[in-house]
């Protein structure tokens, strides 16, 4: 016999199963596509790349940014996931590194609102070189990953550079003969500027001064230009 309540309990239960789902698809989507990818990886065995994991020790670790609620803080996700080695807490962003196995739970975390993968950051400015040749070519490299610069010294190469400011008079950009090696400053905020300056081109706010003006400042024929 039939029982008169086998369709409300199939279909609470249909509702229970899809709450579940929604709660599951809403917890992976605290996740950014690089820790979801790690976790595939792992559900597959791994192989990872090295920029993406610390795999200097036992477990596989994840530099991780975790997004918190108000009223989370560091100490609480800390005391509920011992095996996340936390580094840093700027306002509601937490740091550290976390074992790829730990990143479903702590998804499903109510005090997570979102997790993103960091990448591990190789030093760029430990490139150098002597003023030694041999045979035109410049030795001194210390990175493996840059042999030599060949014949290359640095000649003819501009640099842009945002900045709050410049310390123009600063020997690094002297030139041997006493003029800049600045080609053009844009002061953004300077509005007024003086005569003979200019917006860039193309543009309609700030001042541009050009190297003849900074060498003008430079050597003080005539002072204060800038």
């Known amino acids: 016999m039939t029982s008169r309540f086998a369709p409300i309990r199939f279909i609470l239960a249909l509702l229970l199963l899809g709450a579940g789902f929604a709660a599951h698809a809403n917890a992976v989507e605290k996740l950014d596509g690089r820790l979801r990818l790690l976790q595939r990886q792992a559900a597959s065995g791994g192989g990872y790349r ?5 795999n200097t020790g036992p477990t596989p670790l994840v530099p991780i940014f975790i997004q918190i609620s108000p009223g989370a ?15 840093g807490e700027h306002g509601r ?14 998804a499903a ?4 609102i ?5 990448t591990r ?24 990953g840059f042999p030599s610069f060949g014949a290359r010294d640095g000649s003819n ?23 800049s090696r600045i080609l053009f400053i844009w002061d953004q905020n300077d509005e007024a500027g003086s005569p003979g300056t200019f917006h860039p081109d193309g543009f309609s706010i700030g001042t541009e001064w050009t190297q003849a003006q900074i060498n003008d ?3 003080g024929i005539p002072a204060g230009v800038l």
């Open 50 to 54: 090295p920029a993406d994991v610390d």
């Open 73 to 87: 803080s560091r100490a609480s996700l800390a005391s509920r996931y011992p095996e996340i080695r936390f580094s």
């Open 93 to 106: 962003i937490l740091t550290g590194r976390s074992p790829i196995s730990s990143l479903g739970t702590l």
């Open 109 to 112: 975390d109510p005090d997570v």
């Open 114 to 118: 979102r997790a993103e993968a960091g």
């Open 121 to 144: 950051q190789r030093p760029l400015l430990n490139v150098v070189k002597s003023s030694i040749t041999t045979a035109g070519v410049y030795l001194g490299v210390v990175d493996a």
């Open 157 to 179: 190469v501009i640099l842009g550079v945002v900045d709050s400011g410049v310390d123009f008079t600063h020997e690094d950009f002297i030139t041997p003969g006493g003029t």
């Open 217 to 219: 400042e430079i050597d």
